[in-house]
């Protein structure tokens, strides 16, 4: 199961990209995580 969300944001200043970047980042480990717990797959 996977899902990929793509948006195009106008005017993204270079610190908006810097937060955006941070929170992808934050998400992508937590999700990381989860399926860790989860134990393997059948």
């Given at each position: 199961?996977?899902?990929?969300?793509?948006?195009?944001?106008k005017?993204?200043?270079?610190?908006?990209?810097?937060v955006?970047?941070?929170?992808?980042d934050?998400?992508?480990?937590?999700?990381?995580?989860?399926?860790?717990?989860?134990?393997?797959?059948?």
């Open positions: 199961m996977g899902v990929a969300v793509r948006d195009r944001l005017h993204v200043t270079a610190e908006d990209e810097k955006l970047r941070l929170v992808g934050h998400l992508g480990a937590l999700a990381s995580r989860d399926l860790r717990e989860l134990g393997p797959t059948q």
